[in-house]
């Protein structure tokens, strides 16, 4: 699977190819192209953070992991959604992994949901209440971990890219012109 970079790479090169030899020459054509490939470090939304109270009834393919439960049984939780600013691909691709072992997380256009479950009823349960928010600043926490992995990453991209845009430039400039030259020299008159 290419990774999101090598993809934005690929692009890049596509445009360059196909740009003509006054924006190869021109700076601004470099800059335009740096901010349109530019990736916004993903951020949760917190201040736009929903919830709801749900249940549902647990079975093996939808049991929470880490809980003793016998199918059947009715489990409470708590579901939250959290909006996702920049770049959630990056996000959703770097915690892979664990989307795929977790039935706790996911990530949904650009939302990241997380359900926190609690096996007695929630609602004017202090106890509850105080359980599941920990639960969920733990969990919050545990993926802004990997939200500073990516935003990392983004930093050591931008450097990426821009030394490749000056290499691709500088390669098809030179195409360019070992054509040019051939041309002329094709030339008998």
């Known amino acids: ?14 445009e360059i190819a196909n740009a003509d030899d006054a924006q190869l020459k ?3 054509y470099k800059e335009e192209l740096q901010e349109d490939y530019n990736i916004q470090p993903p951020e949760l939304q917190k201040d736009l953070l929903s919830v709801e109270i749900k249940s549902k009834t647990l079975t093996d393919n939808n049991a929470p992991e880490g809980f ?16 996702i600013k920049g770049d959630h691909n990056l996000l959703k691709q770097k915690i892979e992994s664990l989307l795929k072992a977790s039935n706790k997380f996911a990530i949904v256009k650009g939302f990241l949901f997380i359900e926190e479950y609690y096996f007695e009823k929630i609602e004017n349960n202090d106890a509850a209440i105080a359980s ?8 919050v926490a545990f993926i802004e971990q990997y939200i500073q992995e990516v935003n990392t990453e983004i930093e050591t991209f931008k450097i990426t890219l821009q030394n490749e845009i000056n290499t691709e430039i500088a390669i098809e400039l030179d195409k360019r012109r070992i ?11």
Not at 179 to 189: D, S
Request: proline share 4%; aromatic share 12%; no cysteine.
């Open 1 to 14: 699977m290419k990774t999101i970079y090598s993809k934005i790479i690929d692009n890049v090169k596509k």
């Open 26 to 28: 021109s700076d601004l």
């Open 179 to 189: 054509k040019q030259e051939t041309i002329n020299k094709l030339n008998p008159f």
């Open 68 to 83: 003793d439960y016998h199918e059947g049984d009715v489990v409470n939780y708590a579901y939250y959604s959290i909006p």
């Open 132 to 139: 599941v928010k920990a639960a969920m600043l733990k969990d």
